[in-house]
């Protein structure tokens, strides 16, 4: 009789969390709007959004078979957790230890959930090639302040500068909503229109069109 109960009671136990499992998986908000900056040849940095709140991770593997096989990838492969807030509405997670001129098959994370397949490239997945091994560079760092529309730091906000035509880099603020960038990565970005986009989530957004340098020295205020 002990024993009877004791089998019902691990299937009771097992069903509650396969169904758990299953209500986290189907509530995992898909990652929005994502791409791909701040490409070198060691790393690289994703940014994107949820309608949501969700803690968000990449997964990064080296051949497109480890990526393909269910729940082992994650132990096979690399992941890497947002910088952002947690439970954040947008999201930057950098990936780093990569090597150059190198492609690599990516998939987001949100919750519990991967999005996308190695086989696709919306949704949440993508390929990535690093760049061949750069040289080091005197550095060219330019940051500024962001601040919430009340006047207070916006911390956990991803600023973006668009290279038009170019690249994009990005960077996270800190406590204070301070955030800071290495221009090195863009000789020619005096040549290049440039945007500065401000994406803070919950504490607002806002894009600045960029003139002169001394423009990504300030402050800027989310709308």
């Given at each position: 009789?002990?024993?009877?109960k004791?089998?019902?009671?691990l299937v009771l136990?097992?069903?509650?969390?396969?169904?758990?499992?299953?209500?986290?998986?189907?509530?995992?908000?898909p990652?929005r709007?994502a791409?791909?900056?701040?490409?070198?040849?060691r790393?690289?940095?994703?940014i994107?959004?949820?309608?949501?709140?969700?803690?968000?991770?990449?997964l990064?593997?080296?051949a497109?078979?480890?990526?393909?096989?269910?729940f082992?990838?994650?132990l096979?492969?690399?992941?890497a957790?947002?910088?952002?807030?947690?439970n954040?509405l947008?999201?930057?997670v950098t990936?780093?230890?990569?090597?150059p001129?190198k492609?690599?098959f990516?998939?987001?994370?949100?919750?519990?959930?991967?999005?996308?397949?190695?086989?696709?490239v919306?949704?949440?997945s993508?390929?990535?090639?690093?760049?061949?091994?750069?040289?080091?560079?005197?550095?060219?760092?330019?940051?500024?302040?962001?601040?919430k529309?009340?006047?207070q730091?916006?911390?956990?906000a991803?600023?973006?500068?668009?290279?038009?035509p170019?690249e994009?880099?990005?960077a996270?603020?800190?406590?204070?909503?301070?955030w800071?960038?290495?221009?090195?990565?863009?000789?020619?970005?005096?040549?290049?229109?440039?945007?500065l986009v401000?994406?803070?989530?919950?504490?607002?957004?806002?894009?600045v069109?960029?003139t002169?340098?001394?423009?990504?020295?300030?402050?800027?205020?989310?709308?």
């Amino acid at each position: 009789m002990n024993d009877k109960k004791g089998t019902i009671g691990l299937v009771l136990l097992a069903g509650a969390a396969i169904s758990f499992y299953l209500y986290s998986f189907f509530q995992s908000p898909p990652p929005r709007n994502a791409e791909i900056t701040n490409l070198s040849d060691r790393s690289a940095t994703f940014i994107f959004k949820t309608e949501a709140p969700a803690e968000t991770s990449v997964l990064t593997c080296d051949a497109a078979w480890k990526m393909s096989l269910p729940f082992l990838n994650r132990l096979i492969c690399q992941t890497a957790f947002a910088e952002t807030l947690r439970n954040g509405l947008i999201h930057s997670v950098t990936v780093r230890g990569l090597q150059p001129g190198k492609t690599y098959f990516c998939r987001i994370g949100s919750g519990i959930r991967l999005f996308g397949s190695r086989s696709t490239v919306d949704g949440g997945s993508w390929n990535l090639r690093t760049k061949s091994t750069i040289l080091a560079a005197p550095t060219n760092m330019v940051g500024g302040t962001i601040l919430k529309r009340s006047g207070q730091k916006a911390a956990g906000a991803v600023v973006i500068l668009r290279f038009l035509p170019g690249e994009t880099l990005s960077a996270v603020t800190d406590e204070n909503g301070r955030w800071q960038m290495d221009l090195a990565a863009e000789p020619d970005w005096q040549a290049s229109a440039i945007l500065l986009v401000v994406e803070g989530g919950g504490m607002g957004s806002t894009v600045v069109p960029i003139t002169d340098k001394g423009q990504l020295q300030g402050t800027v205020t989310l709308k």
